[in-house]
């Protein structure tokens, strides 16, 4: 999911955390547990809570809509997929009891335990069938849709080129679940442990359009159920007594409260109100991060994510190639990391970040100043137009968003002359604005969802892809991302990956700015919060000391 983020200092969808390599095998232990072993929970000495701030409301709590890393946090929390990425950034059996792959990879067939649903229904492969035809209908809107293309006839589907019942996904019996896919994807059993892979309860779904917008409402079959959802102000989270894996749950509640402001958080941490502050569902006040290095109480981790601005390419002046390239080089990324964020990222000359880059010299270089003074005259002299409009650069509410957009204005002003208004929005409307193309520079992040280029290539293969807020498109781009999937050898296909990005950072409908890394503070009486290198996080096995 992720993810779109929604912090600047952490990346998953939100705020973030690290990334594992490409998944595939067959797991290992069954209930995947920090330690990979499967403890019993320890005595309770009285119940266990963990207390948490949530940056911003959570647009959804629904896995087939879900498309930033907040509403992923509640969501892994209260559901559960095939497989459940774990400690060691590897992708494990869960609701999966046995997962068969036929030689040519084409075919998963995957064997359902017993387990049930949150309300106390049976849970079934139909569940997953269910789910899975829902998120690629498109009725149901789902910008992750394009996550379940790697289904056979699941893009067909999903674009009205095929049926429902042409899609690769089909419950044998309650146990068994067979998938076919378009081409043998070596990273498909990571995706199952994406939440829009995620099961929902069809009689929930389709009894209440709003099922999974009220805690009264919500059902899921993970380690959590919704207990309360105060909207804007808390939410609630108790152990789930009907899951399949319960013992190796310890904590009984999970509370969050919902602040926006990260200096109110730190002082919730500070005051003992809360457990954690900062990533990955938050972030740390910027100009309290030299002191919290200084005394050894910030952890910090790479994540494979990219902190970028988007260009709406429909609107001028960035409907040309040359305006968007001067914007982009004339950031100076090394001052923003030294002097804002201060947290060891690493300036982004490229779409992919360090763990799966193919290009690592990148493809342009910081603050060059000269070039981005040439290309905008340029650029400008082929719209014909001798003044800018005036623009715009929007983001979403964060104390380290609004420093970065700051820094950036002045740059813009400094470096090219041109007048740069800003512009505030709160999360949820901010990223309806984004969809909605209500924009002219905006900023956004992205977490892989798994560790493979193609994930975040694949976000500008289509004009009206589901997070595709650029409504960028190019032919031979697309043709190479096509091109990708048919390919069996690895260097091959990096190689045709690798000129699929030159073309989408020659055409700069996105400005990387820097490669994620994730700080918080934390308890130490708080053990077993799983952060992957792809900056999800994972309650399961959490316990409070």
């Known amino acids: 999911m992720k993810k779109n983020i929604f912090v600047a200092m952490s990346s998953i969808l939100v705020l973030g955390a690290a990334l594992a390599g490409c998944g595939g095998g067959n797991q290992a232990q069954t209930g995947n547990q920090p330690d990979n072993q499967q403890a019993a929970a320890p005595e309770k000495t009285g119940p266990k809570v963990l207390k948490l701030n949530l940056h911003s409301e959570p647009p959804t709590a629904d896995p087939g809509i879900s498309e930033d ?10 559901f559960d997929g095939l497989t459940r990425v774990g400690a060691d950034g590897q992708p494990h059996e869960s609701i999966a009891e046995k997962i068969e792959t036929s030689e040519d990879g084409l075919t998963y067939t995957f064997h359902l335990r017993e387990a049930k649903w949150s309300n106390g229904d049976p849970l079934t492969a139909k569940d997953f069938e269910y789910a899975w035809k829902r998120a690629l209908d498109p009725k149901t809107a789902s910008n992750y849709a394009y996550q379940l293309y790697y289904v056979k006839n699941g893009e067909a589907y999903n674009k009205g080129q095929a049926s429902q019942d042409d899609v690769g996904v089909k419950a044998l019996d309650d146990k068994t679940l067979e998938v076919k896919l378009e081409n043998p ?7 199952t442990a994406f939440p829009t892979y995620f099961p929902v309860n069809q009689k929930v779904v389709e009894a209440d359009p709003k099922w999974a917008a009220e805690a009264s409402t919500h059902v899921g079959n993970g380690p959590f159920k919704m207990e309360a959802w105060e909207h804007k102000s808390k939410l609630v989270l108790v152990k789930n007594e009907n899951y399949w894996d319960k013992d190796s749950v310890k904590l009984d509640r999970i509370e969050f409260s919902m602040v926006e402001d990260e200096n109110t958080e730190l002082s919730m941490f500070d005051n003992g109100e809360i457990d954690w502050a900062g990533a990955p569902l938050s972030a740390l006040p910027t100009d309290a ?6 005394s050894g109480k910030m952890k910090t981790q790479p994540i494979a994510g990219t902190y970028w601005y988007k260009f709406n390419t429909e609107k001028a002046p960035f409907n040309n190639a040359k305006i968007r390239k001067a914007f982009a080089y004339s950031i100076d990324r090394k001052s923003l990391i030294d002097n804002i964020l201060q947290s060891g990222q690493i300036p982004a000359m490229g779409a992919l970040p360090m763990s799966m880059a193919i290009n690592k010299d990148g493809y342009f270089k910081d603050n060059d100043t000269e070039t981005a003074k040439k290309l905008l005259e340029e650029g400008m002299k082929e719209l014909g137009i001798d003044k800018l409009p005036p623009i715009t650069l929007s983001y979403n509410t964060s ?19 041109v007048e740069v208004k800003l512009e505030n929005k709160e999360w949820k409307v901010y990223l309806e604005d984004m969809h909605q193309g209500n924009y002219q520079i905006g900023r956004m992040g ?15 293969k289509e004009k009206n892809g589901g997070n595709n807020d650029t409504f960028w498109e190019n032919a031979q781009y697309k043709e190479l991302l096509n091109k990708s999937a048919t390919i069996q050898d690895h260097n091959e296909r990096l190689k045709v990956l ?6 989408l950072m020659d055409e700069m409908p996105i400005a990387p700015i820097y490669f994620y890394t994730q700080s918080w503070v934390q308890k130490d009486s708080v053990k077993d919060v799983v952060i992957t290198g792809l900056g999800d996080v994972d309650y399961k096995w959490a316990t409070v000391e």
């Open 69 to 78: 890393t907040t509403s992923a946090a509640i969501i892994r929390a209260t």
């Open 185 to 191: 994807t070596p990273f498909f059993l990571e995706l």
């Open 289 to 294: 991060i030299p002191s919290l290095i200084e």
């Open 399 to 417: 104390e380290a968003h609004k420093k970065i957009a700051e820094a950036i204005q002045d740059q813009w002003k400094k470096h090219l002359g």
């Open 446 to 460: 992205w977490l892989g969802d798994f560790n493979d280029p193609i994930n975040f290539l694949e976000l500008y």
């Open 498 to 503: 690798g000129d699929a990005e030159k073309i």
